[in-house]
Each structure stands twice: as structure tokens, then as C-alpha cells.
Nanobody, 113 residues
């Protein structure tokens, strides 16, 4: 299993970013995938998940600002982040839970105030 997140960077307060996570080594289309994030000095936290059928779920504090989606043909997971705030600064990771947790190399998002 390989997961590679990309798309992070420096953005101003109120800006937007779209993260991507390319995946290989497993049956992408039938698995639930998720995004997590880890802010400096804090524990990793769950952000959002999407099932094989496209059902989505979000941590309450991010509903309405973040959107998770997937492209099964491209084997890519996305996270559209809007109205970004400095507290969204974190390393963002994509996750597959298949008998165990698989983590990709994260991508850093920095939101300036």
C-alpha cells in the first residue's frame, strides 16, 4: 500500500487549497478512505472520511468548509479546504484502514493570519 498526499502549501487566512492523495497497492474503489491532520504540538486528529459509495462524514468543526471526494478511476482522494484559518495549519495525511492503518507521507498546510 502506498499513499502520497500533495497539494499543501502556504495560504492566507480565508484562502483555499485542494489536497490530493494518490494511492496504489490495494483495491481503491471498494475501500473507505480518510484524511487526518496533525497540528504542531498536538495529536493527530480525524478530519473526514468517504466510503466506497461516496458517503462522507466530517468532524463537526470542519463541516461546511472542507469537502472530501474521490476519483476511483484516477485512484485519487481529495480534500477541498475553503475559508482556511490559522488553526487549520497542520500536516495532512491520507489514511486507509485495512486490517491496520496505512499512512501516506503527509503534506504541510500553513495558513497565515
Amino acid at each position: 500500500v502506498q499513499l502520497q498526499a500533495s497539494g499543501g502549501g502556504l495560504v492566507r487566512h480565508g484562502g483555499s487549497l485542494r489536497l490530493s492523495c494518490s494511492a496504489s497497492g490495494f483495491m481503491f474503489s471498494i475501500n473507505t478512505l480518510a484524511w487526518y491532520r496533525q497540528a504542531p504540538g498536538k495529536q493527530r486528529e480525524w478530519v473526514a472520511a468517504i466510503t466506497s459509495g461516496g458517503s462522507t462524514n466530517y468532524t463537526d468543526s470542519l463541516k461546511g468548509r472542507f469537502t472530501i471526494s474521490r476519483d476511483n478511476v484516477k485512484r485519487t482522494l481529495y480534500l477541498q479546504m475553503n475559508s482556511l484559518k490559522p488553526e487549520d495549519t497542520a500536516v495532512y495525511y491520507c489514511n486507509l484502514r485495512l486490517y491496520r492503518d496505512y499512512w501516506g507521507k503527509g503534506t504541510l498546510v500553513t495558513v497565515s493570519s
